[in-house]
């Protein structure tokens, strides 16, 4: 199989997908050959599906930081550069993985509401605040999270990278 022609370099979770479909179609049309065809095709989704688990993760961990530096300024002082570092780490790998991926940036759009929402109880017991502390509402947009220059006191030009 050419994998530059199936999108395995463009998209690898569309490759994921559109392979398990098409071995499962070939596994359907030739029951006698020695694949394990539904196997096969389950585990290249399981692929597929760590992808978007490693975006959820990873968008999480950034909104995480991006709500505490926002809603706990009492902790800047001792905590910046470490936010700092872990929020430019995560967006860098998200929109690494989109990059690579970029039929997930739909999912990324998609889940944010719910990650966001998780996002905001972690932030509120890392910080050690009541859960109201953090507001129920995003602050910010997923354009703003995954911005380099957001939040501004934050990145300065020289951290911006």
Same mark, same amino acid.
């Given at each position: 199989?050419?994998?530059?022609?199936?999108?395995?370099?463009?998209?690898?979770?569309?490759?994921?997908?559109?392979?398990?479909?098409?071995?499962?179609?070939?596994?359907?049309?030739?029951?006698?050959?020695?694949?394990?065809?539904?196997?096969?095709?389950?585990?290249?989704?399981?692929?597929?599906?760590?992808?978007?688990?490693?975006?959820?993760?990873?968008?999480?961990?950034?909104?995480?930081?991006?709500?505490?530096?926002?809603?706990?300024?009492?902790?800047?002082?001792?905590?910046?550069?470490?936010?700092?570092?872990?929020?430019?780490?995560?967006?860098?790998?998200?929109?690494?993985?989109?990059?690579?991926?970029? *039929?997930?940036? #739909?999912?990324?759009?998609?889940?944010?509401? $719910?990650?966001?929402? +998780?996002?905001?109880?972690? @932030? /509120?017991?890392?910080?050690?605040?009541?859960? *109201?502390?953090? #507001?129920?509402?995003?602050?910010?947009?997923? $354009?703003?999270?995954? +911005?380099?220059?957001?939040? @501004? /006191?934050?990145?300065?030009?020289?951290?911006?990278?």
């Amino acid at each position: 199989m050419d994998r530059a022609s199936a999108g395995y370099d463009e998209d690898f979770y569309a490759w994921t997908q559109t392979q398990a479909a098409e071995l499962r179609r070939a596994g359907a049309e030739r029951t006698n050959a020695p694949i394990d065809w539904a196997n096969v095709a389950e585990e290249i989704e399981i692929l597929g599906r760590s992808q978007k688990s490693e975006i959820d993760s990873r968008l999480s961990v950034l909104l995480v930081h991006l709500l505490k530096w926002l809603c706990c300024p009492d902790l800047r002082e001792r905590c910046e550069r470490g936010w700092r570092l872990t929020i430019r780490e995560q967006r860098k790998k998200l929109l690494r993985d989109i990059k690579d991926s970029p *039929s997930l940036r #739909p999912y990324v759009a998609e889940v944010f509401d $719910d990650v966001y929402e +998780d996002a905001r109880l972690k @932030a /509120a017991a890392e910080a050690d605040v009541p859960n *109201s502390h953090i #507001p129920v509402e995003p602050p910010f947009t997923l $354009d703003q999270a995954l +911005d380099p220059a957001y939040p @501004a /006191a934050l990145f300065p030009p020289d951290w911006r990278a």
